[in-house]
């Protein structure tokens, strides 16, 4: 199993206690998430969980996995990518990346490439609007992903 943007781990390495013999990659882009995790893990003899630095836009670590789980860590990163390299989209000589080259739609082909045969994508991530849904099942779609299930829970941040 792999955990894209397991921050600390928590959740990674609750995945590892619950599957004893499996066995579990957390992976997230900030190295001081990894060093707390890979520290918890060991403190409370953790085995079967292993933790690596990388960003799930950029390269995420080689399969083949039976399940890859993002859980808020996908969603934004176009809007992140964006900011960082265009600084708003106030840049007056750059253009934004086209469809296929944005963050997540990458991300999203890495993760089909990362799979197993029978490998399975399960994606928790805050959509809040219907055009975020329709392109996020674009993207995966376009990717190689096939959708099995969409669900939507709707919430209020403020209420």
Not at 45 to 50: A, C, F, L, M, W
Request: glycine fraction near 10%.
């Amino acid at each position: 199993m792999l955990d894209l943007g397991c921050g600390p781990g928590h959740l990674t390495s609750w995945y590892a206690r619950q599957s004893p013999r499996a066995t579990i990659t957390g992976c997230d882009r900030e190295p001081a998430f990894i060093t707390m995790a890979t520290s918890d893990a060991t403190r409370l003899g953790i085995e079967n969980v292993t933790y690596v630095v990388a960003d799930v836009t950029k390269d995420i670590p080689a399969g083949p996995f039976e399940l890859v789980v993002s859980t808020q860590s996908i969603a934004d990163a176009d809007a992140e990518s964006v900011v960082a390299q265009y600084g708003g989209g106030d840049s007056p000589h750059d253009d934004p990346p086209g469809p296929d080259d944005r963050p997540r739609a990458r991300a999203l082909r890495m993760i089909a490439g990362a799979l197993g045969p029978q490998g399975t994508y399960l994606a928790i991530e805050p959509l809040p609007t219907a055009d975020d849904m329709r392109r996020f099942v674009s993207e995966a779609t376009g990717a190689g992903l096939i959708l099995s299930f969409l669900g939507f829970t709707p919430f209020d941040v403020f209420g």
